[in-house]
């Protein structure tokens, strides 16, 4: 231990500059987003992860957010454990069937006001699943309204990041 | 001999099935395949639906040799395995919910996947589940799921505990069901490709090339050498990947987080470096029916080096804190402990099997290229419990890293992707890949314009959840996270 924490004191830090925000999510937020909403959030937002049928690659590349190269919580961005606790619902998968009602239930157990991000492509629509008699037809925003999508299959992390940071962006008044 | 002639004496073999042969049996053979289970003659590695009829894949003790046996069932009923051999019990349900067969005789007639919210579910299925009974003085049970607390997938567990320890723990999944074999369904290559690489994001890798390998076998498709060993140096790095991902996991489980921001960087590290060679993270899309579909870039091999290098530099050190740290020894050690009876009888693989002596590892026997001609060892421990996954996970890494030198070191040159014949008849594979959580098995069968009639996959998992009910009982709640993040199961991979 004290020789791992020792060679740690030597180092760099590891942690990169935050990437640009995405411009595109930026618009997104722009036309749906309540004002006074984000104004009440302020610099900090507790995010509550729901996969809805994602095939675990969005919730690899979502835990990678944590790792120093990404440092999430620097930005006041942080997971929580409960949607009771969560500013934002950060949704993957194209919501199955059988995840359908625990993702309205989840968002009905989150606080207003509240955003809900949709990751990776098959929230969309379904994306490669869509077709499928066993998802639900119109992906994510067919049961919970959606505020931003993050596309990728996966995103990278460096995607969710520039999409996650486009919530803290404050309406010019 | 083989131990299958009991079975298959005078049943002819179907034509175009490969690399094992398909017998299609009467239900008195299909009674002798299930007295062979129970009895450990052989090894379930796989039992699925089709229209009108049942399949079931089976395997020598060693896994030198398999066959798959068809049962037809025109009256829409087969005789239940579960029976006498319960590993199979899950499986069953699954195919009754997406067959609509009936098992005849089995004792659990629950549906599993259906959970009575799809347009053609089942009517059984609409009524609420019934959580298996437990009764005593002063137990109380606890419902988790399925949107859990972490960043994980979801699944439903039911733990009925006395005081803090677990007296029962049932889980129930099918949540992530998105009917990918449906989807399959007349598939043309290109699409399923695809679809196979989403089954269980984290082994994009292994789905893709155990899909690729099943094509390319029945097809009798050549596979360009350049490509056989780029898609083994994908499959270790995914492999590194997730063994230091779990490896940090199951040590932040027990509260000791800096193991997890270790590895965490390190696995990053891998990540970025199979950016850097194949252009994508995960390497999604890069395994294709018959070779690959992006070549190693060319400042590839030297971003390999790189990273074996780093990792053999710190990951030493990461193991020798995990191996000195005392309380979080005393976490693991002896916690949610597999017997090797058990392990054994479900055909338990990947690290989980290993870490309760079951020696196998598909890259081995029934093997594939180019795993046949490297050298590599498979780490075994008797003790199965947390600490022994912990070390046949380091053992994994290690062997990983001597196998992406060699690989490098070896790698032919030439093209890396041949075309994929289109078959003059129905042709059906089977393919065993070693992804890193055990043994995955695709089986399809591809019509004449080499579309996909019928595609089945079976994750490891599907033997490995149930084994974390039987050796969570006795532990205290506290320690389930643990236990279950040693395990690692996929809900994906398992709901299809």
Redesign the interface.
């Known amino acids: ?1 004290r ?3 020792f ?1 740690s004191l030597f180092e760099r830090t ?1 942690t990169e500059p935050p990437p640009p925000v995405d411009e595109a999510a930026l618009a997104q937020l722009a036309a749906g987003i309540d004002r006074a909403a984000r104004q009440r959030f302020g610099r900090g937002l507790a995010i509550r ?16 957010l ?4 990404y440092d999430l919580e620097r930005f006041g961005l942080r ?1 929580v ?3 009771r606790h969560a500013d934002v619902l950060l949704v993957t ?2 919501v ?7 993702l309205a239930r ?1 968002y009905a157990a989150t606080p207003a006001p509240k955003w809900v991000v949709a990751a990776g492509d098959c929230t969309c629509e379904g994306g ?2 869509a ?5 639900v037809a119109g992906g994510v925003a067919a049961v919970i309204p959606v505020d931003l999508y993050i596309r990728g ?2 995103p ?1 992390p460096t995607q969710l990041l520039a999409g996650l940071l486009a919530l803290l962006v404050q309406p010019a008044t | 001999m083989s131990v299958f002639d009991a079975i298959i004496g005078g049943y002819p073999a179907v034509a175009g099935h490969r690399p094992w042969p398909r017998f299609v049996i009467d239900s008195a053979a299909w009674n002798r395949a299930a007295e062979g289970l129970r009895d450990g003659a052989f090894v379930l590695v796989g039992y699925w639906g089709d229209a009108d009829r049942v399949h079931l894949a089976l395997a020598e003790p060693t896994y030198a040799s398999g066959c798959v046996l068809t049962l037809p069932c025109p009256d829409g009923r087969f005789p239940s395995l579960a029976v006498t051999h319960p590993p199979s019990a899950r499986l069953e349900r699954a195919i009754q919910d997406l067959w609509m067969l009936t098992a005849q005789g089995a004792a659990d007639r629950r549906s599993w996947l259906d ?1 009575g ?4 579910s089942a009517e059984r299925a609409k009524a609420d589940y019934a959580f298996l009974p437990v009764e005593g003085e002063g137990l109380h049970r606890i419902p988790v799921g ?2 859990h ?6 699944g439903h567990f039911r733990f009925t505990a006395s005081g803090e320890a677990v007296v029962r723990l049932e889980a129930r999944l ?7 074999e ?2 399959m369904a007349g598939a043309p290559l290109a ?1 399923a490709a ?2 196979a690489g ?5 082994s ?1 890798v292994a789905y893709a090339l155990a899909f690729a390998r099943a094509v390319e076998v029945a097809t009798e498709a050549p596979v360009p050498p350049r490509a056989v060993w780029l898609r083994a140096l994908m499959a270790e790095l995914e492999r590194i990947a997730n063994h230091l ?1 779990d490896i940090g996991a199951i040590c932040n489980d027990a509260a000791f987080a ?1 193991m997890l ?2 590895c ?2 390190l ?2 590290r891998v ?1 970025r470096t199979a950016n850097t060679c194949f252009g994508h ?2 390497m ?1 899309d890069r395994v294709i029916p018959g070779g690959i579909g992006v070549d190693l870039a060319d400042e590839g091999a030297a971003a390999i080096e790189a990273l074996i290098r780093h990792i053999r530099d710190r990951f030493p ?2 193991v ?2 995990y191996d ?2 005392a309380s979080l020894q005393d976490r693991t050690v002896a916690t949610g402990r597999l017997q090797p009876a058990l392990a054994q009888r479900f055909a338990a693989g990947g690290v989980i099997g290993r870490a309760s002596g079951r020696a196998i590892d598909v890259r081995r026997h029934p093997g594939y290229p180019p795993y046949d001609d490297l050298p590599f060892q498979v780490p075994v421990r008797e003790d199965g419990d947390v600490n022994a996954r912990v070390w046949v996970r380091i053992g994994e890494v290690e062997q990983s890293l001597a196998l992406l030198s060699l690989i490098l070191s070896r790698l032919p040159s030439g093209p890396i992707a041949a075309e994929v014949p289109c078959p003059a008849t129905a042709v059906e594979g089977l393919a065993l890949v070693e992804g890193f959580r055990g043994d995955v098995l695709v089986w399809l069968r591809l019509g004449r314009d080499a579309q996909v009639e019928r595609c089945h996959f079976r994750d490891p998992s599907w033997f490995q959840w149930p084994l974390l009910e039987a050796v969570i009982e006795g532990n205290i709640v506290a320690d389930f996270p643990l236990c279950n993040k040693s395990f690692n199961c ?3 991979g398992h ?1 299809l």
């Open positions: 231990m020789k791992t924490l060679r590891l992860e729901v996969d809805a049928g994602s095939c675990n690659g969005c919730e690899l590349e979502i835990h990678a944590t790792n120093a190269f997971f454990a409960s949607p998968g194209p199955t069937c059988n995840m359908r009602e625990a989840t490669v699943f077709g499928s008699d066993r998802v299959c996966p990278t | 959970h919210r799809w347009p053609t399925p949107v607390a972490g960043i994980i997938e979801p099918g949540y992530v069901h998105k009917g990918i449906g989807l699409k695809r679809l989403r089954v269980s994001g984290d994009t991902g800096i921001a270790h965490g960087v696995r990053e990540l993270r995960l999604m050190e990461l020798e804190l000195n740290t996929s809900y994906s709901d």
